[in-house]
């Protein structure tokens, strides 16, 4: 993972494919007008993607041009690294701003669901977003024949 500090500007020295596509990004990301925090992050969102692209051996010149294919392998493969949902969800706002289709980045998703906590100490409600791969199957407790779940 690239360092977060190091990452003022994405590098673009570099002639061919990388330097016109991180131009691309830089442009997104300056016309996007975010803050510099959230710059950082989408520079260090795509970094990653680079980086993994470039490992591949595989880096289109347009950023468009990056398969729906290849975003699935990045996206698992980053998923099984720990947790950082929110950098994927970066990425995709970040694509999605450079010319991706919604459907190419829907292999992006991280499929979530709302899971209810015990009440707090002051007696709200609390809730808790885990990822649906995550969770146990609510069908698994129903396969079967439990004494509890049979009638009579």
């Known amino acids: 993972m690239p360092d977060r500090n ?4 994405i590098s673009t020295s570099s002639p061919g494919p990388r330097s016109s596509s991180n131009e691309q990004i830089e442009s997104v ?18 970094a990653e993607l680079a980086a993994f692209l470039e490992q591949r051996g595989v880096f289109p010149e347009r950023v468009e041009d990056i398969g729906k294919d290849l975003l699935a392998m990045y996206a698992t493969q980053f998923r099984s690294s ?10 995709s ?3 999605k701003r450079a010319g991706h289709c919604t459907s190419t980045l829907a292999a ?3 499929n979530t669901r709302r899971v209810r906590l ?3 100490p002051n007696g709200r409600y609390r809730f808790e977003r885990q990822r649906v791969d995550d969770l146990p ?3 698994s407790a129903l396969k079967g024949d439990a004494p509890s779940l049979t009638a009579g």
Do not use: Q
């Open 29 to 46: 990301i300056t016309a996007f007008g975010v803050n510099a925090k959230t710059a950082e992050d989408l520079r260090c969102a795509w």
């Open 82 to 91: 720990g947790p950082g949902d929110n950098r994927l969800a970066a990425l």
């Open 93 to 95: 706002t970040l694509l």
């Open 108 to 110: 992006l998703v991280v």
């Open 118 to 120: 015990s009440n707090g």
């Open 6 to 9: 190091s990452i003022d500007s």
């Open 137 to 139: 199957s609510s069908r």
